[in-house]
């Protein structure tokens, strides 16, 4: 169950990144701002509630952010059009790569 909290998270954080793009510009609407703060809001709850189910801060923060930098990127680049050079994808790979081994090097609940 932590990790569908942990996948709460991630979405949640990923969507108020994304309206943030949209509140930066000028004469911005006011209903963009209340799904950022949401967003946020529940992001934060909802890791809490993954810690809670005993995935390893480590872990946690870092699948949490890694996996929020790569969406973010992506759908900058899908929906904003902003570039997305070989370096940055190389950096994407590098942070699926490590991401994937602190998850694989972590202590999960299950090997206690």
């Known amino acids: 169950m932590g990790y569908v909290f942990l996948a709460i998270a991630i979405a949640s954080e990923v969507v108020a990144t994304t309206f943030l793009r949209v509140v930066s510009g000028p004469n911005a609407p006011w209903w963009p701002y209340i799904v950022v703060v949401v967003g946020y809001v529940l992001s934060f709850v909802m890791l809490s509630q993954a810690l809670r189910a ?39 790979v590098l942070v699926i790569a490590g991401v994937g081994l602190l998850e694989l090097g972590g202590r999960h609940p299950a090997d206690a």
């Open 54 to 92: 005993e995935i390893p801060l480590g872990v946690a923060y870092a699948v949490w952010a890694g996996a929020g930098v790569v969406l973010v990127a992506l759908i900058s680049w899908l929906v904003f059009r902003e570039p997305l050079t070989l370096a940055q994808i190389g950096g994407i």
